[in-house]
């Protein structure tokens, strides 16, 4: 039995939540959970073995590591941990690098048809293990970053989802991480000493726009420390009647709309003050955690 860390109390919690705030887990299920040997997926399969013990509903998990037989593959590293730790496990076998580095040329990036690849086979092991759902390991860190790459460079408003039916309805996908925050993860991979895989075995370019991204928010944090809780936040609460959707909210049938419209929801005032104010106060956080937190921090 492993002692608990306040590191490990504190993304148990967290993750207990977003399973429960998305409904994630249910009684009988299997879960695949993906492991790539990055801090990410050691740490979601470690936690879920918690949460596991503890629930009381009653699920299974299986590890599956894809080896995609990238050069320098260290093949012996997850088998011997998942076998330490008696954790049920499949490793899958496929040469993708080879057709990943056959079909793109050098200098270009790998990620797209090797994403695709590694997803279809994934998919396709979930169904032939008759697991319910596939754990991934993004975190809130992922959420937010993905969110602002599809603001600034797609034009989307989304993020990822903390949970999602593939289109042909064969699978579930779950993020459990989806509350915690990389740098959380990262230091209890260190506490932990996971046997951590290098990600650049395959030789791919960085993604420059999530580096952009990642420097963006980590700049912006040294201005206003709570950015992440606050963009986190801001994800669980939309106002469809405030962006310019109108799939999200019928502008169209806005008179009759109108109508129907409870007292006390939204007012004219309130949106005039916010147009005319230029203060600081007219855009502060409405939710009580993150002022409580804002407010220790400025003491
Ligand atoms: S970084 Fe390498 S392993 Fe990951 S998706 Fe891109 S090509 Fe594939």
Redesign the pocket.
């Known amino acids: 039995m492993q002692t608990e860390t306040k590191t490990k109390g504190k993304l148990l919690k967290k993750m207990g939540r977003a399973i429960e705030d998305f409904s994630m887990i249910a009684e009988g299920d299997k879960v695949m959970v993906c492991l790539s040997g990055g801090k990410d997926s050691y740490t979601l399969l470690d936690l879920l073995l918690d949460v596991q013990r503890r629930a009381p509903v009653k699920f299974e998990i299986l590890a599956v590591n894809l080896d995609?037989k990238?050069p320098d593959f260290p093949e012996e590293v997850l088998p011997n941990y998942l076998t330490t730790r008696k954790v049920p496990h499949r490793i899958v076998e496929e040469d993708t690098y080879s057709i990943?580095t056959a079909h793109i040329p050098e200098g270009k990036?790998?990620?797209s048809l090797?994403?695709r690849l590694?997803r279809g086979i994934l998919y396709n092991v979930a169904v032939e293990e008759k697991c319910t759902k596939i754990a991934l390991g993004h975190h809130g860190d992922d959420i937010i970053a993905t969110f602002l790459m599809n603001l600034f460079y797609v034009g989307q408003l989304k993020a990822m989802p903390p949970i999602l039916r593939s289109d042909d309805g064969r699978n579930t996908i779950i993020r459990p991480l989806a509350y915690c925050q990389e740098a959380e993860i990262a230091k209890y991979s260190e506490e932990q000493q996971f046997p951590i895989i290098p990600?650049n075995l395959?030789g791919?370019q960085p993604n420059l726009k999530r580096a952009r991204i990642k420097r963006l928010i980590n700049e912006l944090e040294k201005e206003t420390p709570f950015i992440r809780q606050t963009m986190m936040t801001a994800l669980t609460n939309v106002t469809g009647s405030h962006l310019l959707d109108n799939e999200l909210y019928d502008f169209r049938n806005f008179e009759p709309m109108i109508k129907a419209i409870p007292a006390g929801h939204g007012s004219v005032e309130k949106e005039l003050d916010e147009v005319f104010d230029h203060s600081e106060s007219a855009f502060a956080t409405q939710n009580p955690t993150i002022r409580t937190a804002a407010a220790e921090l400025v003491q």
Do not use: G, I, N
Request: charged share 10%; aromatic share 8%; glycine share 0%.
């Open positions: 995609q990238q990943v990036t790998y990620c090797c994403s590694r990600c395959c791919a």
